[in-house]
């Protein structure tokens, strides 16, 4: 089993930064990526960004310019650094790992956060 706990949610004003984390813990052999995901009202969840194992990165179109995605292998954490936010960006903020657990020989999987709110609105 693997837990991520997600911080750093709030209001902002547009145009104001937040700067999110995502601990990930548990009986964890490998991850091979960790990334953010959002879900606004009426929308799809979709991705925001990733980093896998090997350090790539990968942004939705949204994101590039404005978020970066940082972490510290070490410590299981990952960080969603959001500048320059819009209205747009208000949603519920998911961390997501693809991880491997101890023991487990049948690959790894899927896990998810309870997510974090983030609102931009003047």
């Known amino acids: 089993q693997v837990q991520l706990v997600e911080s750093g949610g709030g209001l902002v004003q547009p145009g104001g930064s937040l700067r999110l984390s995502c601990a990930a813990s548990?009986?964890?052999?490998?991850?091979?990526?960790m990334g953010w995901y959002r879900q606004a009202p009426g929308k799809q969840r979709e991705l925001v960004a990733l980093?896998?194992?090997?350090?790539?990165?990968s942004y939705s179109d949204s994101a590039k310019g404005r978020f970066t995605i940082s972490r510290d292998t070490r410590k299981n954490r990952v960080y969603l650094q959001m500048d320059s936010l819009k209205p747009e960006d208000t949603a519920v903020y998911y961390c997501?790992?693809?991880?491997?657990?101890?023991?487990?020989?049948?690959?790894?999987?899927?896990?998810w956060g309870q997510g974090t709110q983030v609102t931009v609105s003047s």
């Open positions: 980093i896998s194992y090997g350090g790539s990165m």
């Open positions: 548990g009986a964890i052999f490998s991850i091979n990526a």
């Open positions: 997501h790992a693809e991880a491997a657990i101890i023991g487990h020989t049948d690959g790894s999987r899927d896990y």
